[in-house]
């Protein structure tokens, strides 16, 4: 399984941004999807994830401004991120799970200015 993800960058506080992840593999639509985050000096956190039936969870951090899905017919899943805030600032890695194995792609940049 290998993760690619995209579409992370510099934004304005308030701005939006929408980051991809696709998978290969023939799992994908039986996977639990997740995105996680880390910023400098700070510990991996979960950011958003989704099952396989397409129920969601997020950090409280981001409810109701970040929102998780998947296109299983594309193998892509994202993450649609608006009102950013400069504390959103970090590496994003995708993760995927078929179970017991976790996979994680390489991560993407998201910046944010204040």
Same mark, same amino acid.
């Given at each position: 399984?290998?993760?690619?993800?995209?579409?992370?960058?510099?934004?304005?506080?308030?701005?939006?941004?929408? /980051?991809?992840? =696709? =998978?290969?593999?023939?799992?994908?639509?039986?996977? /639990?999807?997740?995105?996680?985050?880390?910023? *400098?000096?700070?510990?991996? +956190?979960?950011?958003? $994830?989704? $099952?396989?039936?397409?129920? $969601?969870?997020?950090? +409280?951090?981001?409810?109701?401004?970040?929102?998780?899905?998947? +296109?299983?017919?594309?193998? !892509?899943?994202? /993450?649609?991120?608006?009102?950013?805030? *400069?504390?959103?600032?970090?590496?994003?890695?995708?993760?995927?799970?078929?179970? *017991?194995?976790?996979?994680?792609?390489?991560? !993407?940049?998201? $910046?944010?200015?204040?």
């Amino acid at each position: 399984v290998q993760l690619v993800e995209s579409g992370g960058g510099l934004v304005q506080a308030g701005g939006s941004l929408r /980051l991809s992840c =696709a =998978a290969s593999g023939s799992r994908f639509s039986s996977s /639990l999807m997740g995105w996680y985050r880390q910023a *400098p000096g700070k510990q991996r +956190d979960m950011v958003a $994830t989704i $099952t396989c039936f397409g129920s $969601t969870g997020y950090a +409280d951090s981001v409810k109701g401004r970040f929102a998780i899905s998947r +296109d299983n017919a594309k193998n !892509t899943v994202y /993450l649609q991120m608006n009102s950013l805030r *400069p504390e959103d600032t970090a590496v994003y890695y995708c993760q995927q799970t078929e179970w *017991p194995n976790m996979y994680w792609g390489q991560g !993407t940049q998201v $910046t944010v200015s204040s």
